[in-house]
């Protein structure tokens, strides 16, 4: 019986076996091949968000702020241990890339009113209570890092918040500012570096910088608002390229290093100083508007009556800063990156600035590391950077983008940033368009931290009316070199906006948990959304990027040139390129659904979604222009990025906007053919956008 029944039984192990053996293989062959079952990526993205708590990201938190951390001293040596160790305990594949950048620290600074009887009066610098500013135990003194060195003597013009504007009025009282100190509130429109800029301009000797404070929001008195005062971002000796220990540097007096420092000493002043000299001010009453605000004991603009010395000594040095990174490899795709950053280095305590946000990134890191406990791999690469040395001029980021530039504009489908990730109460957002839908659809899914029931879009298109999103058009946070360097779609989010304590002592823990986000919700929520970005774009088969909102977007934008623009200047090739790239981004959007319903499963199927995600990421890079932005050319894409004269309303194409700005001054011919010229540039860029997203040469 035995016999009998062996042969043919063996006979069909045999045969099962290889029928196995075949299974495994095109079993092998299609779980390396098929789109991810989308059931699955659900349920990751389900477990995400459940695996939520506030005591982690609170526990995290603490531990950022326990002491001050400015790039380059010491003590923030710790906190890219504490980092690192975290994302090394995670398990995590974990690197640190230091570069060796210039960086900037006072010595010594004094400002003193001199009275006409001999008498004089050194103010107060430092915020009120604080005393033991020492650089090497971290907490620094209030300064403007890149600052000159130098000592200014003369009397005193209020100019408001410094905008040309201001000067214009300040110019039609009789009151001139050269050879004066000009004395200006700080205000949402105009950047520390440009406040500084033109009052060099208007001839001014030095600039002392205040702050109004808000009571309302706590009880803090008045910090003093550090920062940076450089133009340009990135290391000044190493423009353009990244500053490695042994690499290429060029000398402090060279003309492209001098450039990029004022050429005036400026210093910010505690806001009862500044009341100190405002109420010694002469000369013309200030208009109604200036003296609205109501907090300011400001009556006449200057120049004074007394003159006021102001001393400013710094160090300007070479300094190591350290960027840290956790990669998580793609399993289908680990050759394209979705990068989530933020910066670690702060000029105090950096509770709001930047570490809330380094909290939610270091909880995101927690829950990634769990769903891959769970079985979860990416689709794509994930690359969590922790940047140094932002609050100089987004140095960290910068060095790394320059360092990285090939295998970013091949590989890089998203930067997702966050700096301040709690500030207060309400959900902001910012972003290049053909991310706008999927910021939508992820604020569906998170809940709004300050209600019972709603979600975050759900509260968020109330407060405007509508969920807006703002576009990343400022150079104040790291997406700038990726964005308008390298040409990655980007994302900037954050909660609650103008928190009073900004670059000040008070930037703490208590006032985080005093003021802001008692019991951390508004920073699980970020890290909600920004997690759920982060999933989809890394395991999305087909990149979520729409670029009809992209293309909806530039014809708002020329609309809007059609109303300020001579009828002597033509929009033709603008609107010719947006039609080009709606048409291509329709095509996309079709090839995306049809290909989302294919169940084929070869490798084509594979091939050619490869090949649509890459022309989805690439469409961007098309906005990046090689001679960059006239006078700026490190700044490459025409759509978003500095312009040059804050008069102008127009906060996109900056190369248009500097050219409408500055062609003021020309005739009319020359001043049409200025504007013109820029208009072509950025046709043309929408073009090679447009281009790019066809995937087809002509
Ligand atoms: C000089 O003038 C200032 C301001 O008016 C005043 O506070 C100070 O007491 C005067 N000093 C002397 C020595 O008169
Ligand atoms: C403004 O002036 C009033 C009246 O002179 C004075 O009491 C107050 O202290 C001043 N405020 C500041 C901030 O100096
Ligand atoms: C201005 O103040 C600085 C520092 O106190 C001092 O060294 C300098 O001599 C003063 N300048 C003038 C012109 O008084
Ligand atoms: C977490 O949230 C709960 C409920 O709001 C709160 O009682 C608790 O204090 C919070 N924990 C921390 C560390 O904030």
New binding site residues.
Partial sequence: MSLNLTKPNSSFTLCSFLFLVILVVIGLYTVHHLPRNPKNALLFRQLFLSSATNYTVSSYLRSLTSHPHLAGTKPSLETIHYVKTHFQNLGLETHTVPFRTLLSYPLHASVSML?????V?NLPLNEMGISNYDVSSGLIQPYHAFSPSGTVQGKVVFANHGTEDDYGVLGRMGVKVSGCIVMVKKGDSLGRGAVVEIAEKMGALGVLLYAEGDVSRGSFGFGVERGTVMKGVGDPLTPGWAGVEDGERLELDDNKVAERFPGIPSLPLPFESAQLILE?LRGPLAPQRWRDSGRSNLSRVGPGL?MVNLTYEGEKKLATIYNVFAVIRGLEEPDRYVLMGNHRDAWTYGAVDPNSGTAALLDIARRYALLMRKGWKPRRTIIFCSWDAEEFGMIGSTEWVEQNLVNLGAKATAYLNVDCAVQGPGFFAGATPQLDNLIFEVTKKVKDPDSEVATIYDKWKTMNGKSNIERLTGVDSDFAPFLQHAGVPSVDIYYGRDFPVYHTVFDSFNWMINNADPFFWRHVAVAGVWGLLGLHLADDPILPFDYLSYAKQLQEYTDTLSRVLDASISLIPLAASIQELTSAAKQANDETKNLMVLELTDGLLALKIRALNDRLMLAERGFLDTDGIKGKEWFKHLIYGPRSNQRSKLDFFPGISDAIAESTRMSGRDRDATIQHEIWRVARAIQRAAAALRGEVI
């Fill in positions: 009275f006409s009887n001999g008498t009066f010694s007394v």
